[in-house]
């Protein structure tokens, strides 16, 4: 079986959150029982030499609305399977999706150049593809084009990591893009309250759509989550499954990780504490055996940063420390850079380093993920891979990877331990932190928690398994 894999950022040579992460680590596990080619925008930040990306001495012309707009192929050097696609307007800008001040306001024009792009390569390049997966809004228009203006007899498997980002622009963009209004402008397809929905198209149009967890895929068929789309993913659901994410255990990998201090395993957990330790001194927090709580993410509030905001003025007095690393909307980045350096024992980084980040994981013994809606989240399992334990809200992939230490018994899987909350406000969340203190004081039920979630599987094998059987 032949598959493309057509995503907007692949880690590592593009990343702004879990897509970029799980764009590299399923098609890894996937090219055990198939051939997998990726396709990305090569973007002006992706280091070429680094990645020993080279010209494939490939490219053709996009006429849209009489702008020809030329697309150059690159590939890696040492493969045939990953691919890039240059192009000035969809490639040349200093973030993926957007400035200080928000959205390109191009980006209908950009992804829909990548869109076709993508078709136009398969096509060109004579690539023998069975299946087209593809993912979140930015590609969800190869879907519309495949079924309509190309008739691809491909399979179409669409990906949702996230129906919060849709895609939404003026309806313009249809004769922009060269699209049928006859076709596509209808409330069931594109038409989106007299607007069109990238998201929206990829939905009515591909064969199969994806979620990434099980709670989620029923979750996005509420109001409460479903993003005005719950009615349309309704009549959809006969082909709406819920698949939850994993992690690449070759890129996360405490005993190899070469960003962290000292390398340990489950076998050697005391090595952790030499990472919590050399961190601690490093970002002068004080007495490094205190509990290490962390927030690695986007401060948006799906992420919950409200919550984290409004519970460090009582954190500060608590015998822990905590170290933030995050960056996202400009109001919670201004924020968190006055609240830097104000209290002892909360360091707080605006901005996002890979390397940083690992450190983090590495010493941390707790991780603070409060998301207000969470389609999978990796973080956590991020954090068991790092030998801790998250504190997390009850909801969406959150719920289906992580249970409460104090509902064990109660469960036959071997899934990951930590402290949940259900009720989504400021006393429950306080009261999951200091069950973690306790915990933590208990170093030997910690401990034994902490070395059970390095041993949970929460790769991509089960998950690829899966998808091969949704391709066939």
């Avoid at 950022?9 to 596990?29: C, H, M, N, R, T």
């Avoid at 494939?56 to 006429?63: E, G, K």
């Avoid at 010493?363 to 068991?384: K, R, V, W, Y």
Wanted: proline share 3%.
């Amino acid at each position: 079986m032949n598959i493309l894999f057509a995503s907007s950022e692949i880690f590592p040579y593009a990343k702004s959150g879990g897509l970029g992460d799980v764009a590299q680590s399923l098609p890894a596990e996937l090219r055990a029982s198939a051939k997998v080619y990726t396709i990305m925008p090569l973007y002006a930040s992706v280091d070429r030499e680094r990645y020993d990306i080279c010209s494939a001495d490939f490219s053709f012309d996009i006429l849209l609305g009489g702008v020809n707009h030329q697309i150059d192929l690159y590939k890696r050097a040492d493969s045939d399977y990953e691919l890039f696609l240059y192009n000035p307007v969809l490639c040349d800008r200093g973030s993926l999706y957007h400035d200080k001040d928000g959205e390109f306001g191009d980006n209908h024009l950009r992804f829909g150049i990548f869109s076709y792009a993508i078709i136009e390569t398969m096509l060109r390049v004579k690539l023998k593809i069975d299946v087209i997966h593809l993912n979140d809004w930015q590609s969800a228009l190869v879907a519309l084009l495949a079924k309509t203006k190309y008739a691809l007899r491909q399979k179409i498997v669409f990906t949702i990591h996230n129906l919060a980002y849709q895609g939404i622009f003026h309806k313009g963009a249809i004769d922009e893009l060269e699209l049928s209004w006859e076709e596509s402008f209808k409330s069931d397809r594109f038409e989106y309250f007299d607007q069109v929905n990238f998201l929206k198209a990829g939905i009515f149009y591909s064969d199969v759509i994806t979620t990434v967890s099980p709670t989620y895929v029923l979750e996005i068929q509420t109001p409460s989550y479903g993003n005005t789309l719950d009615k349309m993913l309704i009549a959809n659901n006969h082909k709406l499954h819920g698949i939850i994410n994993g992690i690449s255990y070759e890129v996360f990998n405490p005993q190899t990780d070469k960003d962290i201090y000292k390398n340990f395993d489950r076998h050697s957990y005391d090595l952790k504490l030499k990472n919590k330790t050399k961190l601690s001194k490093e970002l002068d927090l004080p007495e490094p055996h205190r509990p290490l709580f962390i927030f690695v993410g986007r401060f948006t509030p799906q992420k919950g940063v409200d919550m984290i905001l409004q519970s460090l003025h009582l954190l500060k007095d608590l015998e822990i420390n905590i170290a933030i690393l995050g960056d996202g909307d400009n109001y919670y980045n201004s924020v968190f850079a006055k609240l830097t350096n104000k209290y002892p024992n909360i360091h707080i980084t605006v901005g996002y380093d890979e390397g940083y980040a690992r450190k983090l994981y590495a010493a941390a013994d707790f991780l603070l993920m409060p998301s207000t809606f969470e389609p999978c989240g990796l973080n956590q399992m991020i954090i068991m891979r790092y030998g801790g334990v998250p504190i997390v809200a009850k909801t969406g992939g959150l719920k289906d990877s992580v249970i409460d230490y104090t509902d064990i018994e109660h469960h036959t899987k071997k899934v990951g331990i930590g402290i949940t909350f259900q009720e989504y406000n400021l006393f429950w969340y306080m009261h999951a932190i200091t069950k973690a203190i306790s915990l933590y004081a208990n170093q030997k039920k910690y401990q034994k928690f902490a070395k059970h979630n390095m041993g949970v599987d929460n790769s991509w094998k089960r998950s690829a398994k899966e998808y091969m059987r949704i391709y066939r």
